[in-house]
């Protein structure tokens, strides 16, 4: 699939001068923002459009690595006909087909793209933030990109899929491709998976799936996949009426929602419930390690995040052992009188950055300690921003930060990020990111207590 | 109260020459940040300090409407005995009493301060957004402050009180006036909610608590207070751990949750899970009317996203009716034929905001549906920021509006709430919200169904 990811040359069918239309802003798109394949525009009413040469139709083009459809979906088929030797990749963005009743059309797309590599239709199509290659319709200036990064988004919604790419680009999330696959009547998240499970750039995959078609396969291939990168999962349509209306966004039955859940948990797969988690769940993956038990120990220079960050440890069933008689030794003499030693420790509103790196190397070193959960009220005059790097560079076990509150603080999450640590703004969220770890780390093995 | 938020004249104990002690940094928050009322520093070693005269002991200043007080514990007892007859309020922002250990000094200022009515200890006091009485000891520079509104904050954190502020200031959430109250050997978070309860600036409280000293006192205040105004309320220190970690934090025992969580349920006040939720309900609460019933309509031009919200709704048991006769043929003469008229209803990815209008006006009206979820994609070309006013001039029911993406969309997301609209960056957060105001609508039997 790299030459669908990374084409060397790509024909858009259906340019309209119209620069707001879809297939004028998807040429427009790999036109002004870096990407280096060649690019042949396809309509039979122009000669030129944007300054490049148009063609009357794909007969006329040379061979290509992917073809991008965005025409009518009455016109697809046709299409389809005419570029079928002339592409390793087809894209067809346009909707119209099973999603909207119509049987006829879609059957014949069906009939003539069976043996073709085809995304779609009814999607967004692919995104590489390495080639740049991009067919989403909407321009930068109404749909941020994010930066580079090693997670894949696989996504069978495109309205989703857009606004994930989005939060990334806002939360500070590297993403290295993007796929969303629509109806999905010929390549599937199956193939995708299989895909970006072997490749070398992808790290985690995020998928967001309604419905599959091939439910056996998706079983196999999920099982086969989770075991090598953790997959990162939201389910929707679980129920009722949300099940109905799945099935008239892509044509896919969204099917019983316990069956995918059970499929999930055997296949390995990380379950989450809403996009909020799925970055949170993946800045774990990508930043830490993965914990050998679920012994958790907290540390805090404020009281109530102590407390919230345990609320939810034990609520989710990580232990909050108490400490070694070595670490509570090393505590007792390296923080003030005033500082109770325990876990959590509460290291006290007037806590140094310094007095943090001791807590933090000796939770570090405490062999009943398998993760640590930072939690850091940067307001306080006490605290700057060299807690960051002493963090970075103490981190020898999986360890979340916790760095909550508004615009002031969620600069400081951004640097600790790009620091390499999975910084969040909530102890709920950063808890339930370790809990995903541990669980993932327990299914594979890695986790032994 | 009103003296306590809204004082004329203000002395603080313990100002040093060094701005970065709390003392000073609390005095140079009054004098740059706008309070208006009169100052009166005290420490015996000057005789000047930030321009303005200090005075040697309590016993110099005249009276009175608050005593600040913040010289170390072992101090703290001679203050008040000094100042006893000088103030309407104390607040005592020191720590190092019962949550440290300290049982002589405690016994010794519950016994001197017994009929004063004091604010803490060991807490960050107050902050009015109106008179910018403010006693929060961080500068601006490190905790913003959010702007007016109508929201009281009670909090028994220092800490978790100041991430409030600064979540409220990050996502444009107006606040009245804020306490943070510490020990709560005096003044208790029931003396807190009488006077927000009666004060007509609130239209929504706040609650951050971890444990009551007087729980019966505080099972009927919260009954008689919710009754009148929305009390959210947030319990921290759940179980085990948590609850040992609560207790050194401000000295209270955090008390068996599942009688906490009776007693909010039996009281009408309204539980939240965490920081996130209990702004997004507050948004609920302040910018739309209660619910007549658990219908729900649900308005998307992206397939996934009503799936979500959709979702959501069936899982907290909001019923999602079908739309009535008059509905269905006004929506099938209006909308294109491609538009599966149904609840939810996908206006799909090239919904105008005329579209949008008209689906608008038609769930308004139809008497099947108590409340709306609008769920929009504004990347979509189709769309542009007028929407926001055309849904600000047509609700006429609870509504909630869900914009999901990064930066971009948070400028909207903005923009939405200033035109008094509710609106979200995820759609389960959306429905959740709507989900709180049906169940306190039930509970005050304003929802019949």
């Known amino acids: 699939m790299k030459s669908l990811f990374n084409p060397r040359s790509v024909a858009i069918v259906g340019v309209s001068s119209n620069p707001e239309k879809i297939g004028a802003t998807i040429l ?34 040379p061979n290509v690595d992917v073809i991008v459809i965005a025409v009518p ?26 999603e909207a009743g119509n049987e006829k059309v879609t059957k014949e797309l069906k009939e003539v793209g069976k043996n073709l590599k085809i995304v779609g239709p009814n999607c967004l199509g692919v995104y590489s933030s390495k080639s740049l290659f991009d067919t989403i319709f909407f321009p930068y200036s109404r749909l941020e990109r994010p930066k580079k990064g090693k997670i894949a988004i ?8 857009s606004v994930l790419l989005s939060l990334a680009a806002r939360y500070n999330i590297g993403i290295n491709s993007f796929v969303s696959y629509g109806n999905a009547y ?43 990168k953790p997959v990162i999962v939201l389910k929707a349509g679980k129920e009722g009426k949300a099940k109905e209306a799945a099935k008239t966004h892509t044509g896919n039955v969204a099917g019983d929602y316990l069956s995918y859940k059970a499929v999930f948990k055997k296949a390995g797969a990380i379950e989450v419930e809403n996009f909020e988690e799925m970055f949170d769940v993946s800045k774990a993956f990508l930043n830490t390690e993965l914990p050998r038990g679920k012994n958790i120990g907290i540390i805090s220079n404020g009281g109530g995040l102590a407390v ?35 876990n959590p420790l509460d290291v006290v509103a007037d806590a140094t950055v310094e007095r943090y790196e001791k807590a933090l190397k000796a939770f570090m070193e405490d062999e009943n300690i398998d993760m640590v959960c930072v939690n850091i009220l940067i307001q306080q005059p006490t605290i700057n921003n060299s807690i960051i790097q002493k963090i970075a560079s103490n981190i020898k076990k999986p360890t979340v930060v916790c760095v909550p509150g508004g615009n002031i603080e969620q600069e400081v999450r951004k640097a600790m990020l790009t620091s390499g640590i999975a910084c969040y703004a909530y102890p709920e969220n950063a808890i339930k990111s370790l809990h995903k770890l541990y669980e993932y780390a327990k299914l594979i093995g890695v986790a032994k207590r």
Chains 1, 2 share one sequence.
Do not use: H
């Open 308 to 342: 919230m960050a345990s609320d939810e440890a034990v609520k989710l069933g990580l232990n909050i052992p108490d400490l070694s008689q070595k670490t509570k030794e090393f505590l007792r003499k390296e923080m003030p009188s005033y500082v109770t030693v325990a």
């Open 154 to 161: 696989i996504s069978q919604s495109g309205g989703v899929g």
């Open 73 to 98: 979906a009455e016109s697809v088929v046709d299409v389809i006909k005419e570029g079928k030797d002339k592409a390793k990749y087809f894209i067809i963005i346009s909707g119209g087909f099973g």
């Open 186 to 228: 010929f390549l599937n998240e199956n193939d995708f998976l299989e895909f970006f499970a072997k490749d070398k750039e992808t790290k985690a995959i995020i998928l967001y799936i309604e419905g599959t078609s091939d439910g056996k396969r998706f079983v196999k291939t999920l099982k086969k996949v989770a075991k090598k």
């Open 28 to 61: 427009l798109n790999l036109m002004k923002n870096g990407f280096s394949g060649k690019l042949y525009p396809v309509n039979p009413k122009y000669d030129e459009v944007y300054g490049l040469k148009c063609y009357k139709s794909v007969k006329e083009i």
